[in-house]
């Protein structure tokens, strides 16, 4: 079966030679990331530098859905666009159909079952006759008819299909969601899936269904089974007492050559592995498999023995680059830590050296650090590697305090492992780069934003219940919820994790109930923590724990938890760090050089005081076009902006509704071209919305 020419993105024909007209033809925005090389870029080039400030809003869409009260929903969904109509999902996480050049609804879900899901968009596939819309919400796959978004009755079990089934191990909880698009080969659904972090997660497998009827067609072990490539990289039966390994991050895909690209996450439990030791394939790679069968072809790992959560966040870049005077089909894979990993394409070997550096720092008893990490040489990485005392910024409160602070900790250097001492990450256990990912161009430059604030953290010993021993509602806690949540239940300070202080002033016990058996947003269920577990939880947040005890049999093999993804921030609510604290670089991928770097978003504040822009934390993707502009929003001072990809210089900003944590896409209709951007909000301590807005000029 061929695929339609609707899928047929205008980057991939540009790439092959094609000539398209961008004034006179529609042009579709059709995949995640605009194409299966992930490429974030579009050759429609109306809206150019000379009159990008032009730019007014053509269209507003309230998608519905939005948690006005506590500001804890979002949408990062990187909406789609096939014949004059944009498929994306809403802050309710419902599926939805607009006419794209007017913003009006042609369709929405009413889902129920989609809790524990941040959805990042949708999949399209269709055959030229039939056109289909995927979607992933809860634990289901769900395949909508394009046309009205009803259920396809002959797809799975009523047009769903439980990826749970296939992935289950002793021990291990419910959750699982396809957050992020799945990938289309042919007739073939290519998905991973997010899992819990903690010992309890599922299995990680990567998995293919038939996209007409849901029918499993091959399966990828992430966690290898006994006798097969890699498990010898783990302890025995490895496939029954671990999880995790899992590709959420999302897929490339090369359907010239039939390759699918896939970049999987760390084992569970992500802070400790010395119930783990070894390399632990196939844990944070990039792995390169046959997209009809699902055979490895090679694989390159970017983390040995993970135990700091540096999975790679974000889907691959396919790119052609000019190196040693000869073009080649490169793949490209950027990571929290700030590094650029060149790979070529077909074989995964790097262009640029990669050196397996010696890290000698020793971990909390029991633990087993490998003893080199890969290094690349080049490119040149786009955050600071590391933070000491120098680095607080010129106006940070309490100095003093904090120097001494730092000087306690163990900070200075890439991969020291969590001890029980103050650890300092830099970049961030996020970022560095994140699920937003990179944009690169068809000259092979790349463009990344990235975050630049440290975040500190400690293990400490569990206490964990034996041979069902009791334990309190505010054990059950500690030993549940507080790496997230924190100790006393105040959060993290940029809203991350929310604060369940006084939760019962705005839950009642029922509702509690109701997240921790369904999950909600970016949180998963508690599935797997027995009933009266989960109420002796919901006591101890109501103020109503009574210091009864009651009987667990714990399973745990991990002695440590962690105690929170702190992000430094000063009293008066700044990164400790000098600035920038976000930031959007260019890399010629030929050279492996830096172009320019700018900051990303500002504390108008601080502008005002005459400190230059700073940059902020940030989250979602850029937006590259033919006419040499690049598009982002991400920044947590609500504003979308249009950088000159040349130089980095803002040549327009509009305010938004609410902070555009998402990618944008554009799209023509009727030779018009627009830009459109989910506008959800909710993360960084700012308000959550429900509008998508669609830019165009007048």
């Known amino acids: 079966m061929k695929l339609t020419p609707i899928l047929l993105s205008a980057s991939f024909a540009a790439l092959c030679g094609f000539v398209i007209s961008t004034h006179s033809a529609d042009q579709n925005w059709p995949e995640y990331n605009g194409d299966g090389a992930r490429s974030h870029y579009s050759a429609l080039n109306q809206i150019t530098k000379d009159n990008v400030a032009q730019l007014k809003v053509a269209w507003t869409y309230a998608s519905g859905g939005a948690d006005t009260t506590r500001n804890r929903t979002q949408m990062q969904c990187n909406p789609i666009v096939i014949d004059g109509i944009l498929y994306g999902v809403s802050a309710g996480t419902q599926a939805f159909a607009l ?120 399966t990828f072990r992430t966690i290898p089974a006994k006798g097969e490539f890699g498990a010898e990289t783990w302890p025995v039966n490895a496939r029954e007492r671990f999880g995790g390994a899992n590709a959420w991050a999302g897929m490339a895909v090369d359907r010239r050559r039939g390759i699918v690209y896939i970049p999987t996450g760390s084992a569970a439990y992500d802070f400790y592995g010395g119930n783990r030791p070894g390399n632990n394939l196939f844990a944070n790679c990039l792995i390169a498999l046959d997209a009809a069968t699902g055979k490895r072809l090679w694989h390159y790992q970017l983390v040995h023995h993970d135990i700091w959560d540096r999975d790679p966040p974000c889907p691959p870049n396919l790119v052609t680059v000019t190196h040693k005077g000869k073009h080649m089909d490169a793949i490209v894979q950027v990571t929290k830590q700030g590094y650029v990993f060149v790979l070529d394409r077909i074989t995964g070997k790097p262009l640029f050296p990669i050196k397996e550096t010696t890290f000698n720092f020793p971990g909390v008893d029991g633990e087993k650090v490998s003893a080199t990490q890969p290094i690349p040489t080049l490119p040149v990485p786009f955050t600071r590697q590391t933070f000491n005392a120098s680095d607080f910024n010129a106006f940070v409160a309490d100095r003093d305090s904090l120097v001494d602070l730092l000087s306690k900790a163990k900070t200075g250097s890439a991969y020291i492992p969590i001890t029980s001492s103050m650890t300092i990450f830099y970049p961030g256990t996020d970022g560095g780069a994140q699920w937003g990912g990179a944009a690169t161009d068809p000259s092979g430059v790349m463009y990344v934003p990235a975050k630049e604030i440290p975040v500190y953290t400690s293990l400490v010993k569990k206490e964990v219940p034996q041979n069902a021993a009791s334990v309190t509602g505010a054990q059950l806690y500690q030993m549940n919820c507080a790496a997230c949540h924190g100790a006393d239940k105040m959060g993290n300070h940029d809203g991350s994790y929310p604060s369940l202080a006084n939760l019962e002033k705005r839950l009642k016990p029922a509702q509690i109930e109701a997240i921790l058996q369904n999950g909600r947003g970016m949180m998963p269920s508690f599935t797997h923590i027995s009933e009266a577990e989960r109420k002796s939880i919901i006591a101890y947040l109501s103020n109503q724990d009574s210091k009864g005890s009651i009987k667990v049999d714990s399973k745990t093999q991990v002695p440590y938890q962690h105690t929170g993804y702190n992000r430094w921030y000063d009293r008066n609510g700044y990164p400790v760090s000098r600035p920038p604290w976000g930031t ?56 979308f902006r249009a950088f000159d990809k040349e130089t980095g210089k803002i040549l327009w900003q509009a305010p938004l509704p609410a902070a555009g944590y998402a990618s944008a896409s554009t799209y023509s209709v009727n030779g018009r071209q627009y830009v459109v951007i989910a506008c959800g909000g909710g993360k960084l301590n700012t308000k959550s919305g429900d509008k998508y807005v669609a830019f165009a000029l007048p």
């Open 584 to 639: 959007l670089t260019a890399i010629d991928l030929n050279t492996g050089q830096r172009k320019w770097q700018v900051p990303l978003g500002e504390y108008r504040e601080l502008t005002a005081k005459g400190i230059p822009p700073t940059g902020t934390d940030n989250y979602g993707g850029p937006l590259v076009t033919a006419s040499g502009l690049l598009f982002i929003a991400g920044s947590r001072d609500e504003q």
């Open 99 to 218: 006419n794209a050049a007017t913003g009006q609804r042609i369709w929405q879900t009413h889902i129920t079952d989609n809790g524990g899901t941040t959805s990042r968009g949708v999949t399209y596939w269709s055959d030229g006759r039939e056109k289909r819309i995927f979607f992933g919400a809860g634990k289901w796959i769900y395949a909508l008819n394009a046309a009205d978004g009803s259920l396809i009755p002959a797809f799975g079990e009523n047009g769903r299909i439980n990826l749970k089934t296939g992935i289950e191990r002793p021990g291990a909880d419910d959750y699982v969601t396809p957050n992020t698009p799945n990938t289309i080969y042919k007739n073939l659904l290519i998905t991973g899936a997010r899992v819990n972090e903690n010992e309890t997660a599922l299995l990680g497998d990567v998995r293919a269904y038939d996209v007409r009827t849901g029918k499993l067609v091959w």
